[in-house]
């Protein structure tokens, strides 16, 4: 079912994959869109081959994205910068893309006492960003434990299993709903465009690459009057 769907993905188009369906979905369609990308859109679809561009839109889970790209499967992706910082692939950071806005941030219970991240030596830190975490305290020389879980970090200082979390913060009403308050933040994220490496790219991909991404730079400069058929090869 999936080879079938897939075998119509042209091979000489440009392929770049989005997140299929969560928080970075419909600003990612809406930002392709406003480059004036004509594209189909919907939940079932696993790919998208775009009208006026040859490029195809591969939809995948977010943290597949960096793999997919670094490995050549697609030759962009945008995603957050979280996922990148978290991930140890070889990926190039091409634009910041102006959504997507959230921190990496470590949090405590509101009634306990500790107050900056000295306070968390040897303390239980749980979170869904190990590497990021276990980096940060080891350039800071404070030795804690780490602990890894994938999803529901919040819960878990009511749990007992955690004196501090480590997650990302966008509103920060989840962690206010939780009893939870930010004491340190580790990064500023949002959603990126990523590429792999050039050198495996042929001629024309590079070419459609540099036009499409110059195309994208200015919808970021604020050049909306982007006209489609200027995009038409
Ligand atoms: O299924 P798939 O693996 O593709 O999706 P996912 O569930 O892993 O990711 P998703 O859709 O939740 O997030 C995708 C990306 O959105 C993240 O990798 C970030 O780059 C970005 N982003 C922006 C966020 C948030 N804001 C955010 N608030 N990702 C997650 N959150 C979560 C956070 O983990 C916490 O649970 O929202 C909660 C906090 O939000 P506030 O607003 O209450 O502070
Ligand atoms: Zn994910």
């Not at 219970?109 to 968390?120: G, W």
């Not at 040897?122 to 350039?139: G, H, M, R």
């Amino acid at each position: 079912m999936v080879k079938s769907y897939f075998k119509n993905m042209k091979n000489g188009n440009l392929k770049l994959a989005i997140q299929k369906d969560g928080r970075l979905t419909e600003d990612a369609v809406s930002f392709l869109r406003s480059a004036g990308l004509q594209f189909e859109n919907y939940k079932q679809k696993l790919f998208s081959s775009c009208r006026n561009f040859p490029l195809e839109i591969v939809y995948v889970r977010d943290d597949d994205i960096p793999d997919y790209v670094g490995s050549g499967a697609v030759d962009l992706g945008v995603v957050g910068q979280n996922i990148i910082y978290e991930s140890n692939n070889c990926v190039t950071n091409i634009i910041e893309l102006n959504f997507g806005f959230c921190s990496l941030s470590i949090a405590v219970p509101e009634e306990s006492n500790i107050k900056k991240i000295e306070q968390l030596k040897n303390a239980k830190i749980v979170t869904s960003y190990p590497n990021s975490t276990k980096e940060y305290f080891k350039k800071k020389n404070i030795s804690a434990n780490i602990i890894s879980v994938s999803g529901s970090v919040e819960i878990t200082p009511a749990l007992g299993m955690a004196d501090a979390i480590v997650d990302l913060v966008a509103t920060g009403r989840t962690l206010a709903l939780n009893n939870l308050r930010v004491i340190e933040k580790i990064y500023d994220s949002q959603a990126i465009l990523i590429a792999g490496n050039k050198t495996n790219l042929s001629d024309k991909k590079q070419i459609l690459m540099q036009k499409l991404i110059k195309r994208f730079k200015k919808v970021l400069s604020g050049n909306s009057l982007l006209s489609v058929e200027k995009l038409i090869l």
